[in-house]
């Protein structure tokens, strides 16, 4: 029942807009929304594993706002209104002229918005790189999965400017080698995600570790902790005092904290989503058609987030954040590639899908030698190890 609680308003939303679409459209325009959202929910799992690092930092009232006003903005905001927004700036066209396009002109539509490609993979890919560096160099995290690559970069973290840099001598290599006549687009988007991936990340970071996220608002839980001990990389990595079990608690973001987390979960939605609306005119060019099936599939993605969350997925198989932001790196890689070669999604899909699924075989490995050691052991594991588990335990490599 609780998972049905979970993804309800999922799959009355399929319901509704399969429904709509042969409704209004044709038969065939339900089947393309179903095929749509499949291909959503298969290339984006690692993004609800992302989510949940995020997420988990975030009280119920964030979480519920995740799925009521996250959801709009990604279906009506992401999926519809930016493509377009894209498309008039990269094509110097007004808005409404562009919207014109998408109804009446949906073919020139869709040459306009891959036209705007190179801008949209430079965007996207180096916020996604960005956020794939920060977990590598990460200090404080614990857990290791492939322990002789991570360890190093690990400690040539305590050099903050590290991720920074590399992100930008990336950037320039991409925008010099591979992306042929769109040079300059791709350096300016470069730079325009690189600066929104640093600002959201810093304000979140700024107002949570200034304790702003404590203030007394009514979204705020009654003991401020939530029952997951593990903090989330990349999104703030303050936590709470320890249990009496010996198990960390974390302290929940709420306030202005928990808006600019919430804030940057949108952006990391947006850098995911930006291949699939591209992608979705290789099947059709009725844009709302692709809302509605990008849509629900975005659903089921936010839903799988709040899963996660409520069920602590993330401290009991503790390698599956490693192997989401494993396969985020990858998605970096193929979006500077596409900028000039185009990627196959099934590509996409198939990387990500590899990295996850070999996470979760570590993660079940780990789960089973430590229980044929420790019987009494818990079986789940986080950032300080899991209750009655030896620390060093934690950090076996692959």
Do not use: C
């Not at 052991?377 to 009655?388: K, L, R």
């Amino acid at each position: 029942m609780h998972a049905l609680r979970i993804f309800g308003w999922s799959l009355a939303i399929t319901a509704i807009g399969v429904a709509g679409a042969g409704v209004i459209g044709s038969p065939r325009d339900a089947a393309i929304v179903a095929i749509l959202a499949v291909l959503e929910i298969s290339l984006s799992f690692d993004n609800a594993v992302i989510n949940a690092t995020i997420l988990r930092r975030m009280s119920a009232f964030w979480q519920k706002l995740f799925l009521t006003l996250g959801v709009i903005i990604a279906v009506f905001g992401m999926r519809l209104l930016f493509p377009i927004i894209i498309v008039a700036l990269t094509a110097h066209l007004g808005p409404v002229k562009v919207f014109d396009l998408a109804l009446n002109d949906s073919a020139q539509y869709a040459e306009k918005l891959g036209d705007a490609h190179p801008a949209i993979a430079a965007f996207g890919g180096i916020f996604l790189f960005m956020l794939f560096l920060d977990f590598l160099f990460d200090t404080e995290r614990e857990v290791q999965w492939i322990k002789k690559l991570e360890e190093p970069l690990r400690r040539a973290g305590q050099l903050d400017v590290i991720p920074t840099v590399i992100g930008l001598v990336a950037l320039l290599v991409v925008g010099e080698a591979f992306s042929g006549d769109h040079t300059q687009q791709v350096l300016t988007a470069g730079v325009a995600g690189m600066a929104t991936y640093l600002g959201v990340r810093g304000l979140g970071e700024f107002f949570e570790s200034r304790g702003v996220g404590a203030e007394d608002d009514e979204d705020a839980d009654a003991d401020g902790v939530a029952t997951d001990g593990v903090a989330a990389e990349g999104a703030g990595r303050t936590t709470g005092a320890p249990r009496s079990s010996g198990q960390p608690k974390l302290v929940l973001a709420t306030g202005r904290a928990a808006a600019f987390l919430f804030l940057y979960l949108e952006v990391i939605d947006a850098s995911f989503s930006f291949d699939g609306v591209v992608g979705a005119f290789a099947i059709s060019q009725n844009i709302f058609v692709i809302a509605t099936g990008l849509g629900i599939g975005a659903m089921y993605i936010r839903s799988l987030t709040v899963y996660l969350v409520r069920r602590g997925t993330l401290s009991e198989y503790i390698y599956l954040e490693h192997g989401a932001h494993y396969a985020i790196g990858a998605l970096a890689i193929i979006l500077a590639i596409s900028i000039e070669t185009e990627v196959p999604e099934i590509v996409t899909g198939l990387v990500g899908v590899a990295f996850i699924g070999l996470a979760l075989v570590s993660s079940i490995r780990h789960r089973r030698r430590h229980a044929d050691a420790d019987p009494d052991a818990t079986g789940s594991a986080g950032g300080e190890g899991g209750q009655g588990q030896p620390r060093e335990a934690v950090g076996a490599p692959l």
